[in-house]
């Protein structure tokens, strides 16, 4: 079977987040001062093969660990649907 996944990767909360950082203030440049608290991360898509839901949501899991997310620094989260 072929899912999808959407996986959102995030900086940790209690880290600073520069480019969210300046994406705020620069909402105040455009009247938009109700923005605020900005922060700025990935979206990543991708496909996988697996055996079972179970199974796709592991490899993605690992993938995320392994490669896609740094845990030091980044959060991350997926839905998984089928292809």
């Not at 209690?14 to 455009?30: C, E, H, I, W």
């Not at 990543?44 to 030091?72: F, G, M, R």
């Amino acid at each position: 079977m072929k899912f999808n996944a959407h996986i959102t990767v995030m900086p940790q909360k209690a880290l600073l987040d520069p480019q969210g950082r300046a994406v705020s203030a620069s909402m105040k440049n455009l009247n938009l001062s109700e923005i605020d608290n900005v922060r700025i991360g990935k979206h990543i898509t991708l496909e996988v093969d697996a055996t079972s839901k179970d199974d796709a949501h592991q490899k993605v899991d690992q993938a995320c660990k392994q490669l896609l997310a740094n845990p030091i620094m980044e959060t991350y989260d997926f839905m998984l649907s089928e292809a």
